[in-house]
């Protein structure tokens, strides 16, 4: 059926190649044009001249995140305007690809972002666009913030010598943390996950995250290497530690 055929194309996040195929229609050559594109990324229109539209599309795209039009990042976590990332593999969300098509290419809809035939609905006017981009810029002043704090953090923790090696000598030496220490990482990280599952004054996601569960699975996939940040033990420090944050309110 289309329908089934629609969220099977529809993917979360696509790197531009990925959103090319899928507004060329060409989501049944997919496997073959991957194959190529993976070795050959710079060849596209001369390996496969019989489909320009995936050079152009891909360009497009490009084009759209180098002026600020097209909100972009790494593995589906938006990232600020500016950025340095591989001009190749940077992401591009579903729900900002559809906004900024809806708006610069109103005459096209492809199925994998509008479903069969297109979606009446989804056509908005210049002001409410810009009125989204001023939030979308405020929350991205406001996340700013926080990461230009956490780098002052990381800079304290290396003034005191606490660099990768000295933290790592510190957990093998099982050195427990006294109740008071344990007590405040607790309402640390429970304010953290508080935050990151907030909402602007104006009803706005302050991240990328839906839930905890969301989080923890970013976590467990991007370190799956590190010890001690397993779905279980990270759901257990989670919970305890919004415990924690309940005694407060």
Known sequence: ???????????????????AIRWCG???????????????PDKLAKLFPQWPCLQINIEKIQDAVRNNEL??????????????????????RHSDLRLWMSIRYPEHKPRFLFGAGGDSHTKINTGTYLSLQADREALKVELKKYQDLYQDVLSDLRALGLERKELNDLIKSHSGLSGRSELTYRQIIGALLHLFLSRSPAGKPLSVFESQAAIVDALTVRYKDIPGLSKRTLDEKFAAANRSIQKLK
């Open 1 to 19: 059926m289309v329908t089934d055929n629609f969220y099977q194309e529809s993917k979360t996040f696509y790197r531009p190649i990925d959103a």
């Open 26 to 40: 060409l989501i049944q050559f997919e496997a073959q044009i991957l194959d190529v594109y993976s070795s050959h």
């Open 71 to 92: 909100s972009y990042g790494y593995f589906g976590i938006t990232v600020s305007n500016g950025t340095a990332i591989d001009n190749i593999q940077f992401t591009v």
